[in-house]
């Protein structure tokens, strides 16, 4: 079993900051890509940003410079600095890692955890 948990939502200002957190827990070998993605209120799902095991990021256009991703991999758990919130980002926001077990490879979601940014 592998699970990933989130924390760190919650209601915001416009202008203001957040730290979301994502530990990855189980039955894990190694813990390969980690990443934020966001689902707006009527909207599909759509990618934050990632990070490899190496620290090699990657960032939707709509947060470059405000957002930033960063993983400690000694306890398999990312980050998602958020600063500069605006209205349009708020969503619940989901943790994805693809993670190695003994015997697979797949990847992993969190159970969601809601960003409200107020105007």
């Known amino acids: 079993q592998v699970q990933l948990v989130e924390s760190g939502g919650g209601l915001v200002q416009a202008g203001g900051s957040l730290r979301l957190s994502c530990a990855a827990s189980?039955?894990?070998?190694?813990?390969?890509?980690m990443g934020w993605y966001r689902q707006p209120p009527g909207k599909q799902r759509e990618l934050v940003a990632t990070?490899?095991?190496?620290?090699?990021?990657n960032y939707a256009d709509s947060v470059k410079g405000r957002f930033t991703i960063s993983r400690d991999n000694a306890k398999n758990t990312v980050y998602l600095q958020m600063n500069s919130l605006k209205p349009e980002d708020t969503a619940v926001y989901y943790c994805?890692?693809?993670?190695?077990?003994?015997?697979?490879?797949?990847?992993?979601w969190g159970q969601g955890t809601q960003v409200t940014v107020s105007s």
């Open positions: 189980g039955s894990i070998f190694s813990v390969n890509v």
């Open positions: 990070i490899t095991s190496g620290g090699n990021t």
């Open positions: 994805n890692a693809r993670i190695s077990r003994v015997l697979n490879i797949d990847y992993y």
